[in-house]
């Protein structure tokens, strides 16, 4: 099993920056992390991902050029930084595990429980 445990949601200003950070614990997973989000009434839509071993990253376009996606090998953890924010990045935002770098939910295994992201105008 993968424990993922996400930290770092808040509020802020449209414009601002946020960092999430997504700890991951348990048996050793050598595939990829991603992140995605879930806003209101909407499907959950692929963010970035990153593969755990040579850092190869791919990222939505609607969020390319402000969004960057990095992973810590050693202390296992993953971090979304977010800047420029715009009140559509408002959501819940998840970290997830897979076998390989994927922008499909469906790939991946293992789930955090997901951290709020409020953007206000």
């Known amino acids: 099993q993968v424990q993922l445990v996400e930290s770092g949601g808040g509020l802020v200003q449209a414009g601002g920056s946020l960092r999430l950070s997504c700890a991951a614990s348990?048996?050793?997973?050598?595939?990829?992390m991603g992140w995605f989000r879930q806003a209101p009434g909407k499907e959950r839509e692929f963010v970035a991902a990153?593969?755990?071993?040579?850092?190869?990253?791919h990222y939505a376009d609607s969020v390319k050029g402000r969004f960057t996606i990095s992973r810590d090998n050693v202390r296992n953890m993953v971090y979304l930084q977010m800047n420029s924010l715009k009140p559509e990045d408002t959501a819940v935002y998840y970290c997830?595990?897979?076998?390989?770098?994927?922008?499909?939910?469906?790939?991946?295994?293992?789930w955090g429980q997901g951290t709020q992201v409020t953007v206000s105008s």
């Open positions: 997830a595990a897979a076998q390989r770098l994927a922008p499909t939910a469906d790939e991946y295994e293992y």
């Open positions: 348990g048996r050793a997973f050598g595939g990829a």
């Open positions: 990153i593969s755990w071993t040579f850092g190869i990253t």
